[in-house]
């Protein structure tokens, strides 16, 4: 990438919608998340045809007084070449252009409250509008929407005299004057005992009544709303914003999409497109206490976006073989995001705001003992007589061969280390924790290095020594974010015709199968691959290695779902389909190196 034209880097984008069609919400709520975010943010007008079409946009001017207003630096163009760490996105429906222009930079891109087709692509998806978008976002922050909601409810207990109908910025189903037909005929029955004021959206071309009351595009809507008794609207910000004002809400919606919505919020409708009288007068009677439920259920105190925005972080949503990201995300929680890669089949993940994890001896003293409920040196026998049965594998599948060298990357303790020796061959360790590499040169007498495997040189690390016959990564691969450095660096390591065997969880395993959900949630925010006997063998091709050989191991049928008796017909026979169709949860791949890497 090019250095930035600018004399400062903005660490943080946000790119609004500018299409006059789409509101103003996005523009205005940008601005002010910028202005908040500080002078490291920038807003980027995206005015080129692949963002908004031929669709009419906001005037130049009127953009850069308010964004002068708000003190924010604006981009009418991208910088050529420029790569920044955070870009978000708020255009309502991002074209497919758009994001491929987007992905290709920035680090890490964020969707905020995106609901157009490329939606399931995002690295992350925040929501804070009150739309159930599918597929479901990482979080969902009303919080965002910046709503002044009071610390206690509000007791929504009053007569109703004023009622305020608004039905949005444009209001293309015509709503409005739907409703003013309906409340006319009312009062021909005598029936309509309040006052009204309609509110005429800045887009909306409907024609009123002249004897309506009329609130013209007023600009701080949510600020009148607290001065009615009773809001009439569609379900969307204007209900929220109602509710945070004290004022109950009956809800008359464009489509049986937002029916559903209001309905899942519990709030009172009378109506889809058309307006029900029976359902309007037990809605104004349900109204009070629904909006006391709701106000509980959907109103958050606010939280500032631009302060959420610019702590933002992450790792990149890139593929850890091909470095290219805007992969599929088919698995999402809080922080994590599953990505399957289009271009290379692996699937990945991405994180989010957590924080940064070190392996430290914390880790084998604490963290594995909180796991496993004992320390990894009381386990040392039983990883050890793992390690007699990986050799065995490796000499049935290679041939056996008398006194191999075999380096063991993320060597901990050495109980690899001490199988390997034990078998006749000669042990090499490299580990990133000092207090196990310092056991293995002490306790166990074997050449080990401190080194981070990326880093690692051999000769500088073993000089005299001829390079590794043998390397091995048990459980470690799924550590590294980039696996195209490792997977070179592995090549490297050895010449053509060494060995390379790793292990790794089983991403086709009874687990994956039968409880994907439980698969995804509990996979560690630090396994960045997920591998299968598949992927492992076009990814590794790629590589100069040739896989010669799987062993599914961590067979596991009690994880079976519904399987209670472990002695029945059942179990057994899902214990040899666990063996024979490699449903373990975990597996072993072992590959020659065949060629060098360019
Ligand atoms: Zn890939």
């Keep these: 990438m090019a250095q930035p034209t600018s004399p400062v880097t903005p660490s943080l984008v946000f790119v609004p919608n500018l299409r006059t069609d789409r509101g103003m919400g996005h523009l205005k709520r940008c601005l002010g998340a910028a202005r908040s975010a500080g002078s490291s943010s920038v807003v ?24 002068d207003q708000a003190g924010v630096t604006l981009w009418d163009h991208w910088p050529p070449g420029l790569s920044v760490p955070t870009v978000v996105v708020d255009l309502q429906a991002t074209t497919e252009a758009a994001f491929r222009f987007l992905r290709d930079r920035c680090v890490r891109l964020v969707g905020w409250d995106e609901g157009g087709r490329v939606r399931g692509r995002f690295p992350f998806l925040v929501d804070s509008l009150p739309h159930d978008t599918q ?33 949005g910025g444009a209001d293309s189903r015509g709503l409005t004057l739907k409703f003013l037909t309906f409340v006319k005929s009312l009062q021909g029955q005598g029936r309509w005992p309040y006052s009204l004021t309609v509110v005429r959206g800045p887009l909306s071309k409907v024609l ?14 949510a600020g009148l709303l607290g001065g009615y008794d009773l809001t009439v609207t569609s379900w969307g910000l204007t209900a929220l914003e109602s509710l945070a004002a004290g004022t109950p809400v009956v809800l008359l919606n464009p489509t049986s999409y937002h029916e559903k919505l209001a309905r899942a919020a519990g ?42 925005f610019a702590a933002f972080h992450g790792s990149d949503g890139f593929c850890p073989v091909c470095r290219t990201s805007g992969h599929p995300v088919f698995a999402r929680t809080v922080h994590k995001s599953y990505h399957r890669c289009e271009e290379c089949g692996m699937e990945y993940l991405s994180v989010h705001q957590l924080p940064e994890k070190q392996y430290s001896e914390a880790y084998f003293f604490e963290d594995y003992q909180k796991q496993y409920g004992k320390t990894y040196l009381q386990d040392f026998p039983h990883i050890q007589g793992l390690g007699r049965e990986r050799l065995a594998f490796l000499d049935k599948t290679f041939g056996a061969q008398e006194g191999r060298s075999v380096l063991d990357v993320g060597c901990a303790y050495g109980p690899f ?27 166990l007498g074997f050449p080990a290095v401190r080194a981070s495997f990326l880093d690692f040189r051999w000769q500088e690390a073993f000089p005299g020594h001829s390079q590794p016959d043998v390397l091995t990564l048990w459980y470690v691969i799924e550590h590294f974010p980039n696996l195209d450095a490792l997977l070179r660096q592995a090549n490297s390591v050895l010449s053509v015709g060494g060995i390379f065997a790793f292990s790794t969880p089983n991403g086709r395993g009874i687990t994956r199968r039968f409880a994907p959900e439980k698969f995804w949630r509990e996979s560690p925010d630090d396994h960045f691959s997920i591998w ?67």
């Design 44 to 67: 980027y007008l995206a005015a080129e045809f692949a963002f908004v079409g031929k669709f009419p946009l906001f005037s130049r001017s009127v953009v850069q007084t308010l964004a």
């Design 532 to 598: 299968n006997p598949r992927n492992s063998r076009s990814v590794l091709g790629r590589f100069g290695f040739e896989v010669a050989a799987y062993r599914v191991t961590g067979h596991h049928p009690e994880r079976f779902p519904g399987l209670k008796n472990p002695r029945g017909m059942f179990f057994a026979l899902i214990r040899v389909l666990d063996r024979w169709l490699g449903w373990g949860d975990t597996f072993e791949v072992y590959a020659r190196k065949t060629k060098e890497l360019p």
């Design 267 to 308: 709030l009172p409708t009378f109506g889809v497109g058309r307006p029900r009288v029976q359902a309007f007068w037990s809605g104004v009677e349900e109204a009070p206490e629904a909006a006391r439920v709701a106000f509980g259920k959907l109103l958050r105190p606010p939280q500032d976006p631009g302060a959420y």
């Design 208 to 221: 009123l009544p002249p004897d309506t009351e009329v609130l013209e595009a007023p600009s701080n809507l």
């Design 135 to 167: 597929p479901l976002p990482n979080v969902r922050l009303p919080e965002l929407l910046g709503l002044g909601v009071p610390p206690r409810a509000p007791l929504f207990q009053r007569p109703v005299q004023r009622v305020l109908a608004a039905f």
């Design 417 to 443: 280390l001490a199988a390997v020796a034990l078998a006749g061959h000669r042990p090499y360790g490299l580990d990133v924790a000092d207090a196990a590499v310092d056991h293995v040169k002490t306790a």
